[in-house]
């Protein structure tokens, strides 16, 4: 499975971004995707993960209520709409896969894609 993140930028506290992450390779549809985050000098941490149908999703809590997860199976990509921006929100933010639902470890994903970068200014 390639996964390429995209959809970073910069944007003011209060405001919005939604990234995408692209999942391609025989495989690509029968992977949960999920969504970590890594600021500077703190470890990567799970932001929040989507089932292979997309009827199933869940949140780190710091961004319960803001954040939203989505996947377009057609087009196999997921998406992660991201509201209410704070800039403690500020990171690389990557997508990642793996065959197993349910994991928020960063070490138990197979699959990465680069990160894209997040900025939020106060």
């Known amino acids: 499975v390639q996964l390429q993140a995209s959809g970073g930028g910069l944007v003011q506290a209060g405001g919005s971004l939604r990234l995408s992450c692209a999942a391609s390779?025989?495989?690509?549809?029968?992977?949960?995707i999920a969504w970590f985050r890594q600021a500077p000098g703190k470890e990567r941490e799970f932001v929040s993960a989507i089932g292979m149908s997309g009827a199933n999703s869940y949140y780190a809590d710091s961004v319960k209520g803001r954040f939203t997860i989505s996947r377009d199976n057609a087009k196999n990509v997921v998406y992660l709409q991201m509201n209410s921006l704070k800039p403690e929100d500020t990171a690389v933010y990557y997508c990642?896969?793996?065959?197993?639902?349910?994991?928020?470890?960063?070490?138990?994903?197979?699959?990465w894609g680069q990160g894209t970068q997040v900025t939020v200014s106060s």
């Open positions: 990642a896969a793996d065959r197993v639902y349910g994991l928020r470890g960063s070490q138990s994903y197979d699959y």
């Open positions: 390779g025989r495989t690509s549809s029968s992977v949960n």
